[in-house]
């Protein structure tokens, strides 16, 4: 068991209230308690994971320890304080911050999950990809231990590869999830190696990728990594939700919403993550 000292508000509840909704990963309802199973991104080991807090965030893990990845799931790795400067000086998000106090970006659950993620949801529901997504777990995932309770691990890159076709998924985005678990196993794809690099060129790397457009690059980056503070112009819900909350015309021009944005600077991703949550 490790213990993790949040910098700043944080509520694991509003993490697993926004998980339950969360159509990637649609975790049920139990207690207070977040209970979770993943690859390790260092070695592909399925390990298990049960989260609490009290004083502090608790961290315990069937396997190795996981704690510098439990903190960047959950936004731990980043001081938040900045967050109240920022509500100080901007109604809008000081508003957004009233309304879920201590609600954090939450991430993926490494960033080749995330990568699977938005390949799956390209051209297609999120209903219909998170069935996807879930059906390649249940069929090539592992079962995991958890509380006493099974919780499946989704699959590494390295099981994806070696099993060839995957469940449900068409041949073109198969191939592109074989392309990005490669990039994965060599060390590109990894959360550590993405948040080591400038903004500009981790999404140039990631658009390099089969399958990876600009809309993906960004997500696999915020919501893969934990890039704390990135704004884009290719996400249309959070540029609906800025118009929403600002009161920005249809027309508006780049230089508008990346005036609003830079107002957000270091925390750029978490509000634009607050915004899209309270949509």
């Known amino acids: 068991m490790s ?3 949040p910098r700043g508000t944080f509520q694991l509840s509003r993490s697993i209230g926004f998980l339950e909704q969360w159509s990637a990963t649609r975790l049920p309802a139990e207690d207070a308690v977040l209970r979770f199973a993943f690859c390790r991104e260092s070695d592909g080991q399925p390990v298990g994971v049960s989260v609490t807090q009290d004083a502090v965030v608790r961290v315990r893990s069937t396997g190795p320890d996981v704690t510098a990845e439990v903190a960047r799931i959950l936004s731990l790795d ?8 920022i509500a100080h000086r901007d109604p809008v998000v000081a508003e957004l911050a009233g309304a879920a106090p201590g609600l954090r970006p939450v991430c993926f659950w490494t960033a080749w999950e995330a990568a699977v993620w938005a390949v799956l949801s390209q051209r297609t529901s999120r209903r219909t990809a998170a069935g996807l997504k879930r059906r390649i777990g249940e069929e090539l995932g592992t079962p995991v231990p958890v509380d006493g309770r099974t919780l ?3 699959p590494s890159p390295q099981t994806v590869l070696t099993a060839g076709t995957l469940p449900g998924v068409n041949p073109v985005r198969t191939e592109r999830l ?4 490669r990039a994965a196993l060599d060390g590109l794809l990894t959360a550590p190696a993405l948040r080591a690099l400038p903004v500009a060129d981790a999404l140039s790397t990631l658009r390099s990728l089969p399958g990876v457009g600009p809309f993906s690059a960004a997500l696999i980056l915020i919501r893969g990594a934990g890039a704390p503070d990135v704004f884009t112009m290719d996400e249309p819900r959070t540029l609906a939700a800025i118009r929403d909350a600002y009161g920005l015309p249809g027309d508006a021009g780049e230089s508008a919403y990346r005036t609003i944005a830079d107002g957000w600077h270091p925390l750029r991703s978490w509000v634009s993550f ?3 949550a309270h949509a």
């Open 3 to 5: 213990d993790i000292n």
């Open 152 to 154: 499946i691990a989704f």
């Open 274 to 276: 607050l915004l899209r």
């Open 178 to 181: 074989h392309a990005l678990a």
């Open 78 to 85: 980043v001081d938040g304080t900045p967050l109240d400067e």
